[in-house]
């Protein structure tokens, strides 16, 4: 098996620099981020007293990332346009970070990648959310192998984990698109949830579930009842009130 291209830890220099460019204001951020270290930044990005260390980075129009936010050791991170970054979130490791267009991580998040993990199998440190989709307060998602969610769905509430490594192995988490997952969800290595579903506060995701516009819940979870008219609804609202019709 081929060993994955670890990523340098970031140099004492290179954090200086990049804490000197996180004081600038934005107007200043966008041209020392394109001339010191190669970034694409679009146009009218926003970007406050935060950390961005990537080997590459691309910022398409009209992202806005907020304060004290820390993105390190990423190797590629990539926002479409519309992106919002909230504040005090953390973005550690990983080959690559996707947010889709008009995308939204609130706040005291921690989406991380452990660096050369001791597994048997390959790996896929990527982080992807789809358009239009919102990751709110307070979780822990660990993309050390593939973590994948489709468009407009939220994991909402506070305090879920998304979990792709055990001891020695890793497997991928996969959410569909239209999904509301609710507080304090547990998601194993491995776990599946379909689109067009909700998940119950607490529930514990252990393997693959199966079947549309569904209530999930329960330890472990499983499929509940068939959703009403008024639960797809719920679903189908946009996730922010800028949305295009499109996403």
Not at 45 to 53: A, H, K, W
Request: aromatic share 4%; hydrophobic share 40%; glycine share 10%.
């Amino acid at each position: 098996m081929a060993e994955p291209e670890s990523m340098p830890p970031t140099s004492k220099f290179r954090l200086m620099i990049l804490a000197c460019v996180a004081v600038l204001p934005s107007f200043l951020k966008r041209p020392c981020y394109r001339l010191l270290f190669g970034y694409r930044i679009g146009k009218r990005v926003r970007i406050g007293l935060s950390i961005i260390d990537a080997r590459e980075c691309q910022l398409d129009d009209d992202v806005e990332i907020g304060h004290l936010n820390v993105i390190i050791r990423v190797k590629k991170i990539t926002c479409g346009d519309h992106v919002r970054i909230g504040h005090l979130n953390i973005i550690r490791g990983g080959d690559e970070v996707r947010l889709g267009r008009y995308a939204e991580i609130m706040r005291l998040n921690e989406i991380n990648s452990i660096p050369d993990p001791d597994v048997v199998n390959e790996v896929d440190p990527r982080f992807l959310l789809g358009d239009g989709s919102l990751v709110t307060t307070g979780h822990k998602i660990d993309f050390t192998d593939r973590v994948e969610i489709g468009r407009r769905t939220i994991i909402g509430g506070r305090n879920s984990s998304l979990w792709t490594h055990n001891r020695q192995r890793t497997l991928p988490i996969v959410i569909g698109s239209l999904t509301y997952v609710g507080s304090e969800i547990r998601i194993a290595p491995g776990g599946s949830i379909p689109s067009r579903c909700i998940v119950g506060i607490g529930s514990v995701i252990t393997g693959e579930l199966s079947g549309e516009e569904q209530l999930i819940a329960g330890v472990p979870a499983k499929v509940i009842k068939e959703l009403s008219q008024e639960d797809k609804f719920l679903i189908e609202r946009k996730t922010r009130l800028d949305l295009p019709d499109n996403i």
